[in-house]
């Protein structure tokens, strides 16, 4: 193993890292850009932002901004800087069927490199199967060993014993729940995620101990209301609003009911039913991540969303291909779904609710790191966000909930200088996005497409 290292400034690298870095300087000015700062204030012409020791140390127009002499100057006319991607809903593993079963295999290999190329500077890995792995490449990836964004690592799941996947972690009672918190805890896990038949005595135990560390309690729920778990203090609810089963009129206390779709496909568009229960999530202060890739229909869309189908091993991407037309012009139920959808997040948003962003690579396959990312900002323009607002769910409402938006999460002076620069200009065509040039992670330029270029063919296998 070769352990030689090459500085970047107070940062060191080793070789296989060093290779994508763009851009290493102490002094950095990217000249003559469009700023759309995450704020959610409108984006801004000619901008020149300064970077200094991995701080943003100056940002304001071109024309005034002095750029220092010993920078090293970046032309952006034309492009777009953003801040760096704050994505809560992100796994490093991805769905490997076994044999007719669902399952999921750990991806420590690509996807790292894929959240960071798609421009995600920080993630949370909402529910792990190899949390032990997570945790590490967490601390490779901060000593420069490897590729990848910084990591709220969230410990494994907390679900009852009910579906046949392997991979998946489970308890058998809330004592047990409770004694899963404060091992992984103790091991360096940040968060925790309630799983499907988690009961409400599971989501009371798993919140009181996670409290006590001032960390944090998401769910994908089926068994628990969004209203029970709001009770419960728990912090975020994952999957929009396509995981509530709030409106089965004949639910049951602790089971996961089979009509739970059906209630939401009976449920209109505008019902006073889900206004008031955003209303009563706002209230406690509960948070809705966004997941719109993994639920997005297939009928005339992409095959592999944000573009990826390149990066997928040849057997892997013949698989999906083949489901994917066997499915066209089958899914009109996951269509309509995926329309309220749209429309619930962008009521929730405008009530005042905390809405951030996530992309779930699993379900079908077709959703992978970091080309689902840009993907999740392209759906959010879908459903009626403006590039702005997209931009600001997909980084400072990221931040606000990590307790980081001091540090990330916007464009400010102080702040460390996590940016993605983009060869193109997002509110004129939202699909720019994709042309990620640089992404900059406290001050170091990465080469976002040779990173991509570096793990084609390479998903599925590690």
Not at 111 to 120: N, S
Not at 307 to 322: C, F, K, M, T, Y
Request: net charge negative.
């Amino acid at each position: 193993m070769c352990s030689t290292i090459v500085s970047a400034k107070a940062q060191q690298f080793t070789p296989q890292v060093s290779q994508y870095i763009k851009t290493q300087a102490s002094t950095i000015a990217l000249t003559d850009a469009k700023v759309i700062d995450g704020t959610g204030k409108p984006a801004k012409l000619q901008q020149t932002v300064i970077i200094k020791d991995g701080r943003i140390e100056q940002i304001g127009n071109a024309k005034k901004v002095r750029v220092p002499k010993d920078a090293e100057v970046i032309n952006c006319s034309g492009k777009t800087i953003i801040p760096g991607l704050v994505m809560l809903h992100e796994h490093l593993y991805y769905t490997m069927p076994l044999e007719s079963y669902f399952n999921i295999s750990e991806m420590p290999a690509t996807f790292p490199k894929l959240y960071l190329a798609g421009g995600a500077t920080t993630i949370r890995t909402a529910g792990s199967i190899e949390p032990q792995t997570d945790l590490t490449l967490k601390r490779m990836i901060r000593e420069g060993k490897l590729i990848g964004p910084d990591m709220d690592v969230t410990a494994p799941y907390i679900e009852r014993q009910a579906f046949d996947i392997p991979a998946l972690n489970t308890v058998k009672d809330e004592n047990e729940a409770a004694a899963s918190v404060n091992f992984w805890a103790d091991k360096g896990c940040t968060s925790y995620k309630m799983y499907m038949h988690a009961t409400k005595e599971d989501l009371a135990a798993v919140v009181r101990e996670a409290h006590k560390r001032n960390q944090k309690v998401t769910g994908h729920l089926c068994s628990i209301t969004y209203r029970e778990a709001a009770e419960l203090s728990i912090d975020n609810l994952e999957h929009g609003f396509l995981a509530s089963t709030d409106f089965v009129s004949d639910k049951q206390e602790n089971e996961c009911p089979s009509s739970a779709r059906q209630s939401l496909l009976d449920l209109d568009e505008n019902s006073s039913q889900m206004k008031s229960l955003m209303q009563f999530l706002i209230s406690k202060g509960v948070a809705i991540t966004s997941t719109l890739p993994v639920f997005e229909p297939y009928t005339n869309r992409e095959v592999v969303l944000g573009g990826g189908s390149e990066a997928l091993l040849p057997e892997v991407r013949n698989s999906i291909h083949s489901k994917w037309e066997a499915a066209q012009n089958k899914d009109s139920v996951s269509a309509v779904l995926f329309k309220k959808e749209l429309a619930w997040e962008k009521q929730y948003f405008d009530a005042g609710g905390l809405l951030v962003a996530g992309t779930d690579p699993t379900g079908a396959g077709r959703t992978i790191a970091g080309y689902a990312n840009h993907r999740q900002i392209e759906l959010l323009v879908e459903g009626g966000f403006t590039p702005v607002e997209a931009v600001k769910i997909s980084t400072l409402n990221g931040a606000v909930y990590l307790g980081r938006e001091k540090e990330i999460g916007t464009i400010e002076q102080g702040k460390k200088a996590d940016l993605v620069l983009i060869n193109g200009d997002l509110e004129k065509d939202i699909q720019e996005v994709r042309k990620t040039e640089l992404v900059f992670k406290n001050g170091v330029g990465f080469d976002s497409q040779k990173i991509f270029e570096s793990v084609k063919g390479k998903v599925g296998l590690n």
